[in-house]
């Protein structure tokens, strides 16, 4: 079996020093691709320059760019012109747009950032929107942040009807909310949401949708695993004194597990359908 971490923010300074190791331990546990999102304009060179470099050594590195909802506040439309014509120099380093979304609670705090609420939701929605219009223009697929903001989003997807669709990362939502981005094509991002117990309405939100609209993710180094679960992510230094990263993508295997006991579905046939589903967003 072969795993795909689609979302993985390996450009992270923890992951830099012990990079190499991280990668061939990836390869030993079968994690034979990540795909890096960028977040911001500070980031757009590193991700394209880790995707340069070790694509294929031993992994296959792939990257996305875009800007994500909460590092819009001291940016412009020439930041967003500028995403626009890296992109198109750039693309066949490329397999997507994002991290772009909407956030409803960091509209909530916008006062620290000097904008009411309203204002800094404005500011998310057009970032959204010329995103969503380079995505469509490119053809190329998005990975979208959401947060308090299903029913913002969904009419944007919905104008748009993106040929390439894209993945809603970090799915939490309910069933209705899948359905509602399954029915415009959009694949699920299954993370660490689905190691704590308590989260029984994502949990049986992925128990009842087909296996075709799931993928699997880490967002490392962010969202860990529940303590109730044994990490992975601690392998990274098993050979140095360094202090692990509270997340990394050798925790794939383990949501992989944990999404097997979910859905009941034979291990290597769910292995297989969710490097399809990978393949089907960012690779056709």
């Known amino acids: 079996m072969k795993f795909t971490d689609s979302h993985c923010h390996l450009d992270d300074n923890c992951f830099s020093q012990q990079l190499p190791d991280l990668l061939s331990q990836c390869d030993l546990h079968n994690i034979s691709r990540i795909i890096i999102p960028s977040i911001s304009p500070d980031n757009f060179q ?3 320059s880790l995707t340069k470099q070790h694509h294929q050594n031993p992994i296959d590195l792939y990257c996305t760019l875009g800007i994500h909802p909460w590092f819009i506040k001291h940016l412009s ?15 066949q380093h490329i397999v997507g747009i994002g991290e772009i979304g909407l956030d409803g609670a960091t509209s909530k705090h916008a006062a620290q950032f000097g904008q009411t609420p309203e204002e800094n939701f404005k500011q998310q929605q057009l970032f959204f929107d010329y995103q969503l219009n380079l995505a469509q223009r490119n053809a190329m697929p998005v990975i979208i ?30 069933y209705q909310q899948a359905k509602d981005y399954i029915d415009l094509g959009f694949k699920l991002g299954v993370g660490s949401s689905i190691s704590f117990s308590r989260a029984k309405k994502t949990i049986n939100t992925f128990k009842r949708l087909p296996i ?18 044994e990490s992975n992510s601690t392998k990274l230094y098993q050979n140095n004194s360094s202090k692990s990263p509270a997340n990394s993508p050798l925790n794939i295997p383990v949501i992989f597990q944990l999404l097997v006991n979910i859905t009941g579905v034979d291990p290597l046939v769910l292995a297989n359908q969710l490097e399809r589903n990978v393949d089907d967003i960012f690779l056709t």
């Open 212 to 229: 075709e609209y799931l993928v699997l993710e880490t967002d490392a180094p962010s969202m860990p695993l529940s303590h109730e679960i």
């Open 77 to 91: 439309i020439s930041d967003l012109e500028k995403l626009s014509l890296l992109i198109i120099q750039e693309k």
């Open 46 to 48: 590193k991700v394209l």
């Open 145 to 174: 942040h959401h947060r308090q903001s299903h029913h913002h989003i969904v009419p944007f997807l919905k104008h748009y009807q993106l040929a390439k669709s894209g993945i809603i990362h970090g799915f939490t939502g309910s």
